[in-house]
């Protein structure tokens, strides 16, 4: 079984300000991990993934994640919020091998950046 | 290019009809997913379709619930009997399937209420 946690339902945090948005993973096996973003009325765009190697992985907007395998966790951050990040951030994780076809996402966390 | 595009954007239907959910995925993409989006829930796989292959069904939520995949395109979810527990925004994603890491590209989605 495959799951994914986001603790927090809400992060708030000021423009010009880093923020993180916290994710934790469960898997049997090694892990491919996403994030995607919603923003309102929209689709989920996928911002990035991490897959193999360097553990620091730079993806869209300006965003970037750290992928920790002791802590099982990667955590999404960013060094200067701006107002337009308010969304809402979805986790998911697929195992590498022998997981099937299954993406499972976290249960996700908005964020509301203000001036 | 066009996206993933869904039909309707929204759906109100009376408890007990039968509703329709259509999806068209990006050209060239041969994975195609359905999810449901629930209010603090976040995104419940239902089900997916690659190429010629059987479908993945494992999501589904009951017997109610059906989707078809023609000519390795277009795709269309159906819920029978509809009950107010189905109310939830239906997201249709793509994605090329070479391999299991490739990111998704979700539709706008569908709301469906039923009364």
């Known amino acids: 079984a495959q799951s994914v946690a986001q603790p927090e339902d809400q992060v708030n945090v000021a423009e010009g300000n880093p923020l993180t948005v916290k994710c934790t993973y469960s898997?049997?096996?090694?892990?491919?991990l996403f994030w995607y973003v919603q923003y309102p009325n929209r689709g989920l765009q996928f911002l990035l993934k991490?897959?193999?190697?360097?553990?620091l992985v730079k993806g869209s907007y300006g965003f970037e994640a750290e992928f920790n395998k002791s802590q099982t966790s990667f955590h999404l951050k960013k060094p200067s919020a701006l107002v337009s990040d308010s969304a809402l951030y979805f986790c998911?994780?697929?195992?590498?091998?022998?997981?099937?076809?299954?993406?499972?996402f976290g249960t996700g966390t908005q964020l509301k950046v203000e001036l | 290019g066009a996206g993933v595009s869904q039909s309707p954007s929204n759906k109100v239907t009376e408890k007990g009809k039968d509703v329709e959910l259509r999806c068209d995925p990006i050209?060239?993409?041969?994975?195609l997913y359905w999810y449901r989006q629930s209010l603090g829930q976040g995104l419940e796989f239902l089900i997916y379709?690659?190429?010629?292959?059987?479908?993945?069904k494992s999501g589904l939520p009951s017997d109610r619930f059906s989707a078809e995949r023609t000519g390795g395109s277009v795709s269309t979810l159906t819920i029978q009997r509809t009950q107010q527990e189905d109310s939830a925004v239906y997201l249709c994603?793509?994605?090329?399937?070479?391999?299991?890491?490739?990111?998704?590209?979700f539709g706008p989605g569908t709301r469906l209420t039923v009364l």
């Open positions: 898997v049997s096996g090694n892990p491919y």
């Open positions: 050209s060239g993409h041969t994975a």
């Open positions: 994603a793509s994605s090329l399937a070479r391999t299991n890491y490739n990111e998704q590209f």
């Open positions: 991490y897959i193999t190697g360097d553990n």
């Open positions: 998911a994780v697929r195992v590498r091998e022998g997981g099937g076809n299954k993406l499972t």
């Open positions: 379709f690659q190429g010629n292959s059987a479908p993945d």
